[in-house]
């Protein structure tokens, strides 16, 4: 039954990635996922950056971000998704604006989720 479910995200990742599923459509089905208790759920930055784009009207950056910040984990990986996002932001002007409000919003939400000490030892 498990197998199952990750081969679906992974057909996704496909799909989304040959531009037959929108991001839209992909983070719709991610969250689909999660409320359906699926365990094996990976949450990439694309999906993060996509979701915080549009943080004042998307249904799932808050269960995305609740599921980032589980204790299970790997503080590593979280600190890559953050660290690959501020890379695929940084577009040189304005100062790396962008980056930092992306890094600053994801700082906060993750020390909402893990306390600031928990959110700052992740990056260490």
Same mark, same amino acid.
């Given at each position: +039954?498990?197998?199952?479910?990750?081969?679906?995200?992974?057909?996704?990742?496909?799909?989304?990635?040959?531009?037959? %599923?929108?991001?839209? %459509?992909?983070?719709? $089905?991610?969250?689909? +996922?999660?409320?359906?208790?699926?365990?094996?759920?990976?949450?990439?930055?694309?999906?993060?950056?996509?979701?915080? #784009?549009?943080?004042?009207?998307?249904?799932?950056?808050? /269960?995305?971000?609740?599921? @980032?910040?589980?204790?299970?984990?790997?503080?590593?990986? @979280? $600190? /890559?998704? @953050? #660290?690959?996002?501020?890379?695929?932001?940084?577009?040189?002007? #304005?100062? #790396?604006?962008?980056? &930092?409000?992306?890094? &600053?919003? +994801?700082?906060? &939400?993750?020390?909402?989720?893990?306390?600031?000490?928990?959110?700052?030892? +992740?990056?260490?």
């Amino acid at each position: +039954m498990v197998f199952h479910r990750l081969w679906s995200q992974v057909a996704l990742q496909i799909a989304r990635n040959a531009g037959t %599923v929108s991001q839209e %459509v992909y983070s719709d $089905a991610l969250g689909a +996922m999660l409320e359906g208790n699926y365990r094996y759920v990976s949450v990439y930055r694309d999906t993060t950056q996509f979701e915080w #784009g549009r943080k004042d009207t998307s249904p799932w950056l808050n /269960q995305f971000l609740d599921h @980032i910040a589980l204790p299970t984990n790997d503080p590593w990986s @979280i $600190a /890559q998704l @953050i #660290g690959c996002s501020l890379l695929d932001l940084w577009d040189g002007k #304005g100062e #790396g604006a962008l980056c &930092a409000a992306y890094a &600053a919003f +994801m700082l906060e &939400a993750l020390s909402e989720r893990l306390g600031e000490d928990g959110a700052l030892k +992740m990056l260490d």
